[in-house]
């Protein structure tokens, strides 16, 4: 590892006016490691209170600022490694998410022990930890970016499986230097994220960044081993299929040179679709801001296709 940022980088929200904790030039291959903070899982199995919380949820670690990156690249951010500590956490918020009418208005915790045995999370159940980033994202052309919901254009918190080690996630550039956060690592977490919070827990994210100029996406895209993954976001659902659809299919074509009829069969055939993090597309309604509108949907196309 080559850079270290602590959890006191965090922050709560994208924005490109904080002050960068870390400049670099893209593309020499250095390690950056982000580590991230689970304090406020440990207060809410602490005081099982929200109002007695002294810390805001998801903080992103950075801002890191590229060198040469501006408007219409990409950052491509290399996951190496996750690292992660001694325990995640399983937390039912009332009010939130898929389960809130089964769970009822009592909260849940849960302290989820992390060993060399894997995630504890039961007595009897004990998986192999999949450790994911939550939240990763770039800043906005203007104002600041949530780090809890929606996802937006330049990220946020997609809450995607597929942002593990191995994979490259691919973010737009809105402003120069593209200010790169990231937070909210998982242990393990099922598709579509049930509950909202997954198995949480506070770890370090090694990572590498690579500049693409001229990329011009609409939207994240996350290359692994054996997909590309195109992200759709919007409100309603259709409309964010249609437009991770619509990114898939302009890959091919553009990209790519094939074909709209080649594209249009290889799609319908192994273009596989599902739905993504709980977080949504479009702002809340302020009266009910843990409410998603809209949806993240992910497009996957299998590389053999190429």
Not at 89 to 112: E, I, K, N, Y
Request: with cysteine.
């Amino acid at each position: 590892m080559d850079y270290f940022l602590d959890k006191s980088h965090g922050k709560f929200g994208f924005s490109a006016e904080l002050e960068p904790a870390l400049v670099i030039l893209p593309g020499t291959g250095e390690r950056i490691g982000f580590e991230t903070s689970d304090e406020v899982y440990a207060q809410l199995h602490e005081h099982h209170d929200i109002a007695k919380l002294t810390v805001q949820i998801n903080p992103v670690t950075g801002p890191v600022y590229v060198e040469g990156a501006c408007t219409g690249d990409a950052l491509a951010v290399t996951i190496h490694e996750i690292r992660l500590k001694d325990r995640g956490w399983a937390v039912s918020l009332p009010g939130v998410r898929a389960l809130q009418h089964v769970m009822g208005s009592d909260m849940f915790t849960r302290r989820v022990p992390i060993d060399d045995d894997g995630v504890h999370v039961t007595e009897r159940h004990v998986f192999a930890p999949l450790p994911m980033i939550g939240c990763i994202g770039t800043a906005p052309a203007r104002g600041t970016n949530s780090t809890v919901m929606p996802s937006y254009s330049q990220g946020g918190n997609m809450d995607l499986t597929d942002c593990r080690p191995g994979s490259i996630v691919y973010l737009p550039v809105e402003v120069d230097g593209g200010y790169l956060s990231i937070g909210d690592i998982h242990a393990i977490m099922a598709e579509g994220e049930s509950s909202f919070v997954a198995i949480e827990a506070e770890g370090i994210a090694v990572v590498s960044i690579d500049l693409v100029k001229g990329m011009n996406l609409r939207a994240p895209r996350v290359e692994t081993a054996q997909d590309w993954i195109f992200v759709g976001l919007g409100d309603p659902v259709q409309d964010s299929i249609t437009r991770g659809y619509e990114d898939m299919f302009a890959f091919l074509t553009e990209e790519h040179d094939w074909s709209p009829s080649d594209a249009y069969a290889v799609m319908s055939a192994v273009g596989h679709s599902s739905l993504g993090g709980p977080t949504g597309s479009a702002v809340p309604d302020p009266l009910h801001p843990m409410t998603a509108r809209g949806a993240v949907t992910v497009h996957r196309l299998p590389k053999r296709v190429l």
